[in-house]
Nanobody
Framework: QVQLVESGGGLVQAGGSLRLSCVAS????????MGWYRQASGKQRELVAD???????NYADSVKGRFTISRDNAKKTVSMQMNSLKPENTAVYYC???????????????WGQGTQVTVSS
């Protein structure tokens, strides 16, 4: 069974930094895209950043220059360094992956359980 498990959320003051990590487990031999989404209270889930298996990143305009996404294909992990955090970045952050190839099938839209990030003013 394929699972994504996030870690690294928490409470930080405005201007501070956090690093989120996500590891994929299961009988996986390739993952195409991995990324991070967030959902603030009362709002829709939105893309924060994602990255291809070749390492090409894509960022939401609101986080460009402050967040950096990276991945380690061998370890099946994706991380996101978040700097200069703002109160409006407060949300539950979800790891997501698509194009997960296992021996039996290819899975899309696999999500982690989410990790809370709270930025105080």
């Amino acid at each position: 069974q394929v699972q994504l498990v996030e870690s690294g959320g928490g409470l930080v003051q405005a201007g501070g930094s956090l690093r989120l990590s996500c590891v994929a487990s299961g009988n996986i031999f390739r993952i195409n895209n991995m990324g991070w989404y967030r959902q603030a209270s009362g709002k829709q889930r939105e893309l924060v950043a994602d990255i291809t298996s070749g390492g090409t990143p894509n960022y939401a305009d609101s986080v460009k220059g402050r967040f950096t996404i990276s991945r380690d294909n061998a370890k099946k992990t994706v991380s996101m360094q978040m700097n200069s955090l703002k109160p409006e970045n407060t949300a539950v952050y979800y790891c997501a992956a698509s194009g997960i190839r296992t021996w039996a099938q290819t899975l899309n839209d696999v999500w982690g359980q989410g990790t809370q990030v709270t930025v105080s003013s």
